[in-house]
């Protein structure tokens, strides 16, 4: 069965495909194979004139030859894409496709050859005895050559009966053409008409009356730079998804059994197999990802994850494939390859988001695929309304063909999937990848964000916190001592201790006896010395219990909601260290980030109300019951969503672990860090690559910026046409500045989406 992300093949059937669409010129195109896709039996298709891509949903049995044929009976073109992958071997994969060269190619002689002709109507000094003649010289190839795709284009619609903007700009153009060549050949002096800047004017002597090759060139040659800029901005906008596909290496150094032992032999990614052993060498790409066998390295995923400061791994440590061996020799065993690795699932989402629409998009669509007829006979009762008036055939000819060009659908087409395209695609640059359309507008109306308090806020891992020691003891002495014994152990509490120790005092000696006394802690001889680590009542046991002093410290800590250990040696207590799961150095920062945007945050944890509230205060949340949510079971944060949403809130969650799925899939608006689960990611609608919990709050920045663009496209696209096609139609607006509006709204459309490259992450 053929998939979204599988190349179909002949006589195959789909569930869910994605077709490469060409031919479309204007968003009523992208309108009406939609509607052509959606008549079949059980099929949803969304199409999408930015992306040319359509996204088609369809019951098993419809093979994919249906859908490419149905496209094709609407008069455009279909094909089942590569994988995506694969998009950047692609022969158009570089700057300038060949389609891009040809509306270059186009533009450049349509320009150069109507140049001469737009000065020659507008200077009068200029105009020398049958200048006329010179300007349908050099118009007509203008007319029929560069205009050509716009007349095609018009033909094959017409042939399936229906109309799109080509259809307009056909029009208009064949008819300010078609009236200059009668005028010329057959003389019109004498026809009354209006009088404006722009106008053609032959001289009685000549036979002819007015003329508008001026418009029918300059027009076509200002769409086609429209068109031209807009495919070049369009490219522009893809740019980030491309560059993310691009990231992977293209081949690898995989190890093979030889006569003499292992031997590396270098073959396509493509090619690398689950299990494959590979050879990363320092600087390369590590090819997919998978677990480090040998060796030890510092990796940069500054690429993935915009962190850049490279992450220390090790044997059994796991990687990413497109992240960078910045250190030494790594030999990784490959566990994901192909469509399921970490990269191609971060292009999956945004390819997702970028594919899907908007609602405000969908009453859009829906004006556009109405527009084009509205336009026709708009210009039809513009044309009949002045030749009825007694205004003359010129001044009615010039308003008519003014409408039909003014009209511009396509910006209605660009305003949402451009915005998509540029937003997510930096939104994947910087470690944000958002699911889709929708997931923007719940941004806009949150007003709380619920945080899970363990790998969210703090990091997860237990930490060495505090160490209180007693009188005539030297805190060296202490994690030395202590380090060696709990290094010996392999609880995550002991692993802390121990870690801390290294890092404060350097190498551990040996452990003789070691001794694990469950539920209480560990004993063994450090040094010559016996020591005890673990409980106060591991301590008591032994007859050496907390002086006054470190029993208060034990105490304080317990407050906190922290882990208190004990630690003797040589019949007496020595120390008390305090471990606790470490608050994230950055967590403070993104609280207060996420209240500058207007949003209340909770914290929400399963442990005591001591240790949640301690986290709190540290981080800037106020520990009262209605923002720190203690205590609460697994299954219980899913509950306190919906009690939030039953008091009015509109709430956004994040969270990174198996318990959290249910409830970020609740929220009005989930975030999972990429550091977490599948299950967490899978039901969130924003991922956050990396684990810093400030990139939420540029999430919804990012999210809110990319909402607001689409807003402004739209109104910019609706206020545009409805403020010049009563202009046009009251002959006030020449046909040819038409054309440059015309071209000017859609280039304006995607340059102001373009401005979010420039979004930049506080994240650093």
Known sequence: MTTLREPATAGSTVSEVELAITGMTCASCANRIERKLNKLDGVTATVNYATEKAKVTAPDGVAAETLIAAVESAGYGARLPELPINEADRPDSGDDGPELREARQRLLVSALLSLPVVALAMVPALQFTYWQWISLALAAPVIVWAAWPFHRAAWANLRHGAATMDTLISLGTLAAFAWSLYALLFGTAGVPGMTHPFELTVSPSDGAGNIYLEVAAGVTTFILAGRYFEARSKRRAGAALRALLELGAKDVAVL??????????????????????????????????????????????????????????????????????????????????????????????????????????????????????????????????????????????????????????????????????????????LGILIKGPEVLESTRRVDTIVLDKTGTVTTGKMRLVEVHVGDRVDEAQVLRLAGALEDASEHPIAQAVAHAARERVGALPGVEGFTNLEGLGVQGVVDGHAVLVGRAALLEQWSQPLTPQLAAAKAAAEVQGRTAIAVAWDGEARAVLVVADAVKDTSAEAIAQLRGLGLTPILLTGDNRAAAEAVAREVGIDPDPDTVIADVLPSDKLRVIEDLQTRGRVVAMVGDGVNDAAALARADLGLAMGTGTDVAIEAADITLVRGDLRTAADAIRLSRRTLGTIQGNLFWAFAYNVAALPLAALGLLNPMLAGAAMAFSSVFVVGNSLRLRRFRTTAR
């Open 256 to 429: 093979r059994d030889g006569p003499d032992g292992p031997v590396q032999v270098r073959i396509p990614v493509a090619q690398l197999a689950v299990g494959d052993r590979f050879v990363v060498r320092p600087g390369e790409k590590i090819a997919t990802d998978g677990a480090v066998v040998e060796g030890s390295s510092a990796v940069d995923a500054s690429m993935l994850t915009g962190e850049s400061v490279p992450v220390e791994v090790g044997v059994g440590d796991d990687v990413v494939g497109a992240t960078v061996n910045a250190g030494g020799r790594l030999v990784v065993e490959a566990r994901r390859i192909g469509s399921d690795t970490q990269l191609a699932q971060m292009a999956r989402l945004v390819e997702d988001a970028q594919t899907g629409k908007a609602a405000v998009q969908r009453l859009a669509d829906r004006i556009s695929g109405v527009f084009v007829p509205i336009v026709i006979a708009l210009a039809a009762v513009t044309l009949g309304f002045w030749l009825g008036t007694g205004s003359g055939a010129a001044a009615a000819f010039t308003a008519a063909v003014a409408v039909l060009i003014i009209a511009c659908p396509c910006a209605l087409g660009l305003a949402t999937p451009t915005a998509l395209l540029v937003g997510t695609g930096r939104g994947a640059q």
